[in-house]
């Protein structure tokens, strides 16, 4: 009788584990998805907030200082195989002081037969001086439509924040690359609207996207 008594007992202790375990499983599952819904803007705010992976930060204006450290700026121009643009920078870098506002300009050309709309992503290496590589205004803040064979010089002001130079990590630098890859957008109906269009007309649509 004992030891029936404790096969049962037994029994309901490992039902009841089972069912621990299928609880902890299912709150795992749900917080992935929910982690899966939320990850994509945490992630961004976290690169915004900590220059994480080279992310550049964005100026509302210049910097009210300007330090007698120079640095070098770099300028590099990426394009990914789907699609078909020639992406340049204007110069390949620039020298200027931190907290110094500097303008720069990137060149894109669409080499294929259709119109396209074309985004940007970009990134600060070394990745440690993305906390400090502020934007004012980006052509990366908008997304671009080029129609086939047209060219156009996108702007980008920034300036190497002087917060800087207060951090022991940044010492010794003396040089930042700022790279950018465009991509085919997704969504290509504004460049189907545009490629519609009479061409006086779709010249001034095209000029209002950039």
């Not at 917080?31 to 939320?38: H, I, Q, T």
């Not at 803007?41 to 907030?49: A, D, I, M, Q, T």
């Not at 156009?152 to 940044?170: C, E, G, I, S, W």
């Amino acid at each position: 009788m004992t030891d029936e008594t404790d096969r049962e007992r037994q029994t309901r202790w490992q039902r009841a584990r089972n069912g621990r375990t299928a609880g902890v499983l299912a709150g795992v599952v749900v917080g992935m998805v929910g982690l899966a819904y939320a990850s994509v803007p945490l992630y961004e705010l976290f690169c915004r907030v900590t220059g994480f992976g080279g992310t550049t930060q964005v100026a509302t204006g210049e910097s009210d200082r300007v330090l007698d450290r120079r640095m070098t700026v770099r300028f590099d121009a990426n394009v990914n195989p789907e699609l078909s643009w020639k992406f340049v920078p204007a110069q390949r870098s620039m020298s200027l002081q931190v907290g110094e506002t500097g303008l720069a300009f990137y060149r894109a050309t669409n080499t294929g037969t259709e119109t396209v709309v074309g985004t940007a992503t970009f990134n600060v290496t070394p990745d440690k001086a993305g906390l400090y590589f502020d934007k004012i205004d980006c052509f990366c803040f908008t997304e671009q439509v080029l129609r086939p064979g047209e060219t156009v010089d996108m702007p980008v002001t920034f300036y190497l924040d002087p917060d800087l130079a207060d951090d022991r990590k940044m010492d010794g630098l003396t040089t930042v690359t700022l790279s950018y890859t465009f991509f085919r957008a997704p969504d290509q109906s504004r460049a189907r609207q545009i490629a519609e269009m009479p061409a006086a007309t779709n010249d001034t649509a095209a000029g209002e996207t950039r």
